[in-house]
């Protein structure tokens, strides 16, 4: 038994059919076929899965599939036009903020949902921020150091 | 049941897959107890493979795999290795339940003790750990029918190792077997052998005729995967009354679980070897009792034997300062192997290669501001708060054995380097894009670097022990400066030549002895008496790693590799209840360390040269993992002594704190 959804994945609508009890992880993965959305435990503490439902950062491992219907999602696919590097992305770049990069998308859809809420933050509001991810490569520095970074630069990007 | 394709059991693989192959230790008897690929008759611990469905979808495995029903007598369970020889045997064969045996004895051990004033003795207990990359196991496996070749994908730390252990375990040649290992999530020492399932897979790919997936979840990373550490140990120290250490007595017992993964054997022969650590000690005996019990096996984890000896002997030195009345820091000053004594040949038999232990120290100490925070201990104490200081010295084993590289140099004077040596987050493709570009005078951009395919590289032995830069990035100068001779014979530049001649070529195989990082780390901590919550105030890192390459990547394996070390002094440990069920088999039970509990960590580097290698490079993957235990679990001891507490085992979690305290009326 499938049921027919609709979801806008990064901007563009998509529609395909899943089993009641499919993750939103498992459709973004397997059925829409963006795998920059990884999953790292299925039990919503590692946040690796993190997407934006509407604009706001979920465990996609917590969801169901059909959950999403008729709803807008982003993925670390829509973060960036094409070719490209979002801000966040590239002040992990060049902080080196990533090892096995296996978590990365998962921060980067956290972070920039809190930048946009909170543009000017101090280092502990970060360290908080980002305590929903697990990182098992970086120890964490350098990537609150990549958001310091991001942060000062979206808000030029606004003033300019 | 539609869509499930096959349900294979251990009788299913009989003549088709045997079990992955035991490993071997020098000097050391290693039993012949290989972890089968699926069980046959008897399960040796909570997670052993017993069945594997094959069905067109994960959802629908998972369906059948429900309805496959096995039938399990309750076996006694023996999970301390302590008094794992008196138990009922997990393998007929393997007498005593003893799957590694190894002995050292050097000087006259006998002699320092009897002639002692002073012998220090402690018991200790290291629980076993999670390696737990973000990115779980898993396996892609197709058998092209016509060529007989069976391409296996596989989140792996190189593809040699996998090579050669699936090669063993399907008796499949090498030049019918590829592996390919691409992107990897993270490793740790946990994906150096493949799990059986790999192997599971591979076979039932070629039972089947069918291209297979697996993907494991995190629970089965928990209860299947190889975990760390898991060692007690029983050691002694001789001293003389000025502090010279005279001898070292230890019994090690590790907790090696129910079989032996490839590399199951290696981390308690290395903490063996390790246990002098950095001091001159002229007598020691060690044992090592690998013993069986009723848990998923051991295997390395970031650090891999090396922070069970450092957190050892480090402890040593701490309770022997105390005794003798001295200070740590005197005590261990009084008793390093001084720099000119490289290269020096430790009592168990190693040879550090190079290294400036004292500088180490000395750097470690400036960079937490020793003075300040024994002020700040007084006074803290003065109002009957619990701060301490602890210092972990640590030495690690890295490179070894060969490496090589293959160089092709453009007309265009690109370079495309492949190497055997491969990358699971340390950032290969940089550094030794980077070494590549030193060499020969180009733009770190124009280099190429390819890795992680066993059909289309070339030979390698694997990232492990912090062995890439010094083995495979030694293998890529030695290849560089063939072409470079090749040039400056023909009395041009390598460019030029490459240009004239249509591309160049070249490629070099490296082997070396072991090279020896070392350092010295400082914890500051303070213990609150009213929940026993241990705060780390401060964290110096100083690792001597040989010449840094790149100091960006160098700190991120340094922070890293800390953070993992702070979270087994804080949170981590793998809890079995009295069955032998692994009762933290998630991340919830099982935390790893977040962004909002680090403390301030700073991190430097000294740099004494190994001399045996062209970079003069150590190893810099794991010091963090293994110095900060050792450090933190010596502050944790000081910050404790005043309430006439002696030792402390790690986790230092906030409810074994606060029994402690309250036991000491505090």
């Given at each position: ?10 901007g563009?609508?998509y529609?395909?059919?899943v ?6 992880s ?8 963006l795998?920059?959305t ?11 899965c ?26 670390v696919?829509?973060?960036a036009?094409a070719?490209?590097?979002h ?8 902080r ?30 970060i360290?908080?921020?980002l ?13 609150v ?7 000062e ?7 300019a | 049941m539609p ?16 079990p992955?192959p035991?490993g071997?230790?020098?000097d ?7 972890h ?23 959802a ?20 301390d290795p ?8 997990l ?8 799957l ?7 000087g ?20 076993r ?15 092209e029918?016509r060529?007989d ?13 996998p ?8 008796d499949?040649?090498p ?8 992107d ?54 001789a ?18 679980g129910g ?8 981390a308690?022969?290395t ?5 002098t ?9 060690v044992?090592?009792?690998?013993a069986?019990t ?42 390093f192997?001084?720099?000119?004594a ?5 009592p168990?038999?190693w ?5 400036d ?27 009957g ?6 210092i ?10 060969w ?11 690109r ?5 055997g ?14 070494i ?5 005078g ?17 030979a ?6 912090s062995?890439s830069v ?11 400066r ?26 070099a195989r ?19 008496r009213?929940?026993?919550?241990l ?14 390459v ?8 340094v922070?890293?590799a ?8 804080l ?6 209840d ?12 099982y ?30 993957g794991?010091?963090g ?22 030792h402390?085992?790690p ?5 074994k ?10």
């Open positions: 038994m499938t049921s027919r959804i609709a979801v806008e994945l990064n563009r609508l529609e395909g059919d089993e009641p009890r499919t993750l939103l498992d459709f973004i993965r397997h059925g829409a076929g795998t920059g990884h999953v790292g435990c299925e039990h919503g503490v590692c946040g690796a993190t997407v934006q439902l509407e604009g706001e950062p979920v465990r996609s491992c917590l969801m169901l599939a059909v959950q999403a219907d008729g709803r807008s999602l982003r993925t696919e829509g973060l036009p070719g490209g590097l801000p966040i992305q590239a002040a992990f770049q060049e080196h903020a990533l090892q096995c990069g296996f978590c990365t998308p998962g921060f980067l859809l956290s972070i920039e949902a809190f930048l946009r809420e909170r543009p000017d933050p101090g280092a502990a509001e360290r908080e921020a305590a929903g991810n697990l990182c098992r490569c970086t120890g964490y520095r350098a990537i150091e990549a958001v310091e970074l991001a942060a630069r979206l808000r030029a990007g606004r003033g | 869509g499930v394709a096959a349900v294979l059991t251990g009788a299913d693989l009989e003549g088709r897959a045997r992955l035991t071997s230790v020098e050391g008897v290693v039993a012949d107890a290989g089968p690929v699926l069980a046959r008759g008897k399960v040796r611990y909570a997670g052993e493979p017993v069945a594997i469905v094959v069905a067109r979808s994960r629908l495995a998972e369906d059948a795999a429900e309805l496959v029903e096995v039938e399990y007598d309750p076996l006694e369970p023996v999970l302590r008094t794992a020889g008196g138990a009922p045997l393998h007929d064969h393997v007498p005593g339940n003893v590694v045996s190894w002995a050292r004895t050097s006259d051990v006998e002699g320092a003790f009897s002639r002692a004033d002073r012998v220090v003795a402690q018991s200790f207990h290291i629980p750990l999670v390696a737990a990359p973000i990115e779980a196991r898993g396996a892609i496996a197709r058998h029918v060529e070749v069976l391409t296996v994908w596989c989140s792996a730390q190189d593809p040699h190792r090579l050669a252990q699936l090669g063993a375990a399907l499949r040649d030049d019918r077997l590829r592996v390919v290992v691409p990897v999530g993270g490793a740790f020492g946990s994906k150096g052998a493949v799990g059986v399932e790999v192997a599971a897979v591979a076979a039932a790919a070629v039972e089947l005729g069918l291209p297979l997936r697996w993907t494991e979840d995190r629970a089965e990373n928990f209860l299947s995967a190889y975990q760390g550490r898991g060692l007690d140990a029983d050691v002694e120290l001293l003389a009354v000025d502090g010279r250490i005279l001898g070292l007595r230890a019994v090690l017992y590790a907790d090696l079989y032996l993964y490839p590399t199951t054997a290696v308690p022969h903490t063996a070897m390790l246990l650590g950095a001091y001159a000690i002229p007598a020691a005996a044992q090592v009792i690998g069986a009723t848990k998923v096996p051991t295997g390395p984890y970031r650090g891999a034997g090396r922070p069970e000896a450092a957190f050892l002997v480090e402890r040593m030195v701490d309770l022997a300062a105390r005794d003798l009345g001295l200070e740590p820091v005197e005590l261990r000053r009084r008793n192997v001084p720099p000119e490289f290269p020096y040949e430790t168990m038999g040879t550090y290669d190079s290294g232990f004292e500088r180490c120290l000395d750097t470690a100490l400036e960079l937490v501001g020793l003075d300040r925070w024994r002020a700040e201990r007084e006074r803290a104490r003065a109002e708060r619990l701060v301490g200081i602890g972990g010295m640590y030495i690690e084993r890295a490179g070894g054995l490496e090589s590289a293959e160089a092709r140099l453009e007309p265009d004077g370079l495309l380097v492949r190497t040596s491969s990358p699971h987050g340390q950032g290969h493709e940089t550094t030794f894009a980077q590549a570009a030193e060499e020969l180009i733009d770190p951009a124009a280099v190429e670097v390819r890795w992680g395919d066993s059909l289309a590289g070339p390698g032995v694997g990232t492990f022990a062995r010094a083995m495979g990035g030694s293998a890529l100068v030695v290849a560089l063939e072409l470079k001779e090749r040039a400056a014979g023909a009395g041009v530049g390598v460019l030029e030549l490459a240009a004239s001649e249509g591309g160049l070529e070249v490629s490296f082997g070396s002895g072991l090279v020896f990082a070392s350092g010295a780390y400082v914890a500051v901590v303070e213990v609150r009213a929940t026993g919550r705060e780390v105030l401060h964290l110096a890192a100083v690792d001597d790693s040989g010449r840094i790149n100091p960006l990547l160098a700190e991120g394996q922070l890293g800390t953070v993992q070390g702070l979270g087994q002094c949170v981590e440990e793998a809890v079995h009295e069955e032998g069920q692994l009762t933290t088999a998630n991340f919830a039970d935390s790893l360390l977040t962004a909002a509990e680090l403390p301030p960590i700073e991190s430097r580097f000294v740099e004494t040269l190994s001399p045996l290698n062209p970079l003069g490079a150590k190893g810099i794991e010091g993992a293994i110095a900060t235990p050792a450090a933190v679990a010596n502050a944790v001891a000081d910050a404790l002594a005043p309430i006439g507490v002696r402390v085992d986790p230092f979690t906030e409810p704190l606060w029994r402690l305290l309250r036991e000491a009326g505090a």
